[in-house]
């Protein structure tokens, strides 16, 4: 798995690409906080594009996230998730309480 971010204005993206699951989930998690500590950003967005297997790791680390954004001040989306990302959410119902963007310029529709 990696992870790559990519800060502007008040908008910081965490791209995620390869596998989220139990063997990776707490690197990733420790990655992501830290761009979250560090940047602050009034808006955190989490691109799944890129994720080729999700499983419940990928839902913890998802519900962890938006708990540390809530801490700092930030909102949390997801941006275009991959078919295996957004199934997990949307068995899980994240994608009731959590806003979904879709589209390349990050500003599609919510799902």
Known sequence: MEIKSNKSGDKT???????????????????LDVIIEEEQPVTFGLDLSGVSFCDSSGLG???????????VGST??????????????????????LKIERGNNNEGQSC
Do not use: Q, W
């Not at 949390?76 to 309480?97: F, T």
């Open 13 to 31: 993206i965490a791209y995620i690409f390869g596998e989220i699951d139990h063997h990776n989930a707490k690197t990733a998690r420790e990655r």
């Open 61 to 71: 680390l998802v519900m962890g996230r938006m708990r540390k954004c809530l801490s």
């Open 76 to 97: 949390l989306i997801i941006i275009d998730p991959s078919p295996a990302a957004h199934r997990i959410l949307e068995i899980a119902g994240m994608d009731k309480i």
